[in-house]
């Protein structure tokens, strides 16, 4: 990983982390359906620019049910749910529980796929619902119904993330992922039509409001979808889902920056066990990730 692959990396987890700022700003006026079709249209139209210009065709045949797929389980439901919880939980928890995805995909890839949990794995799962437990019980103020849901609606979010990778893991159509990104997008445009006149906003929004959901459809998911996928193909999957651990603190100092949230003694067990928990999950090895860091950034000798 070169310096400007390690900046971009950094710059993801940045980006994604503000994600869940900029939807707690906006989710009050928005409201959850109309701040997330929003949020999918602008990236969908930001993606559909970018193919545009690069004269890149979307394969489409026979992959509409893919796409839906997709879009159903990997957008319009976790993103949804994950507004919903934003108008209760802090910037900093909604991104804790956004990086349970991993372990909820091990979990159901076992059960889907009969794929092998190590010893270590199971650990990784323990150890990340007790992050989750701890993040609840060392709150007082958590112990209440409206909490409790919205606990309950992130969570839920992560586990559809995981069966979206899943199902992208083991599709007989290999897709490439900037096809299933505009697609999904496309498609989860179209599921939530349906439920905006049932699910309408609750006020006009401020121009703030506005801004707020135009940065996080054009940046935080069309521009971040491009940045994590050019990433993939740099340094491999593996290396790129280390983003996932960098996510959260970035949050919790977007949401201290902006919002004035306090990390919490019970956000801070939260994030340190979870993340151990994803770690031992999917085996990602923060010593092992900057050792191989600084071997290759030692100027090669030749003879």
């Not at 309950?152 to 069966?163: D, H, N, P, Q, R």
């Not at 939260?270 to 923060?286: D, H």
């Amino acid at each position: 990983m070169t310096n400007k692959q390690f900046f971009l990396l950094l710059l993801l987890a940045a980006i994604w982390g503000a994600s869940f700022l900029l939807i707690r700003i906006a989710v009050d006026s928005f409201a959850p359906v109309f701040l997330i079709e929003a949020r999918v249209l602008f990236a969908a139209l930001s993606l559909s620019i970018i193919a545009l210009l690069m004269r890149r065709k979307v394969m489409v045949k026979g992959l509409i049910g893919h796409y839906f797929f997709v879009g159903l389980f990997n957008s319009a439901i976790p993103w949804m749910l994950f507004a919903y919880a934003a108008q209760t939980l802090t910037v900093a928890m909604l991104a804790i529980l956004n990086a349970t995805a991993p372990i909820w995909g091990s979990l159901i890839g076992r059960f889907w796929h009969g794929e092998r949990i190590s010893r270590q794995g199971w650990c990784g799962l323990g150890l990340g619902i007790l992050g989750v437990v701890l993040m609840v019980g060392l709150a007082p103020n958590m112990i209440n119904a409206e909490s409790l849901v919205a606990l309950l609606a992130a969570t839920f979010a992560a586990f559809c993330y995981g069966i979206a990778t899943n199902y992208t893991k083991h599709v007989k159509h290999k897709v490439p992922g900037f096809d299933t990104s505009h697609g999904s997008l496309w498609a989860t445009v179209i599921l939530l039509v349906p439920l905006l006149p049932f699910f309408p906003m609750n006020q006009m929004p401020s121009t703030d409001e506005i801004l707020a959901v135009v940065l996080l459809g054009i940046v935080c998911t069309g521009i971040a979808l491009i940045f994590y996928f050019d990433l993939v193909a740099e340094i491999g999957a593996a290396s790129a889902l280390s983003v996932t651990f960098l996510i959260p603190g970035f949050a919790a100092i977007w949401g201290y920056v902006v919002l004035g949230e306090v990390l919490t003694l019970n956000v801070l067990v939260g994030i340190i066990t979870v993340l151990l928990g994803t770690m031992l999950v999917t085996g990602f090895s923060p010593m092992r990730f900057l050792k191989k860091r600084k071997r290759d950034l030692q100027p090669s000798s030749k003879l």
